[in-house]
């Protein structure tokens, strides 16, 4: 008994941090995710924009495959569900389209464009990405084409 007693008197308590090392190790957590956090936007947003460029892709190898590759196509092509989004499966971050013939794009453009609640939205950068069947890249930004940045948005591909 009399060492249980003696046992008890001489433990240590813990202690928690003190309100200034609490400050200190706030101040280094909000410096590392002031850095971080951008760091990982502008990772996401690479990631998103190859995975736009390659729906693009597969869509013009799917109209190239098909019988619906008619020079002369009128209106809009609809695109099986595996196809019309990007990524192919959960939220979509781009959806495509396909745009009919205008007389310079050899029967067809493919649209990617960012979804209104997806994470590109306000990708002011690269906006829609364009593809025709004559395979020029282009780029919508706002409220008309450029190719301004397009060796940027497309790049590696």
């Known amino acids: 008994m009399k060492r249980a007693a003696r046992h008890r008197r001489g433990r240590h308590r813990h202690r928690g941090l003190s309100l200034p090392e609490l400050a200190i ?3 280094i957590v909000a410096a590392i995710a002031a850095y971080a ?4 936007r502008a990772y996401l947003m690479r990631g998103y924009r190859a995975d ?3 729906a693009a892709y597969r869509v013009l190898h799917y ?3 098909s019988e619906l590759d008619a020079p002369a196509r009128e209106g809009a092509t609809p695109l099986p569900a595996e196809l019309a989004q990007s990524p192919q499966s959960g939220t979509a971050v781009y959806r495509l389209a396909v ?3 205008d007389g310079k794009n050899g029967g067809y453009t ?3 464009s960012p979804s209104e ?5 306000d990708d002011v950068e690269c906006g ?3 593809l025709d069947a004559t395979g020029r890249r282009a780029n919508r930004i706002a409220a008309g084409v450029t190719t301004q940045h397009v060796a940027r948005c497309w790049e590696g591909r």
């Open 128 to 130: 829609d990405y364009l």
């Open 52 to 54: 736009g460029v390659s």
């Open 117 to 121: 609640s997806g994470l590109m939205r």
């Open 25 to 27: 190790c706030m101040a």
């Open 63 to 65: 109209l190239e495959r």
């Open 99 to 101: 745009l009919p013939a």
């Open 37 to 40: 956090m951008p760091s990982y």
């Open 110 to 112: 493919i649209q990617a």
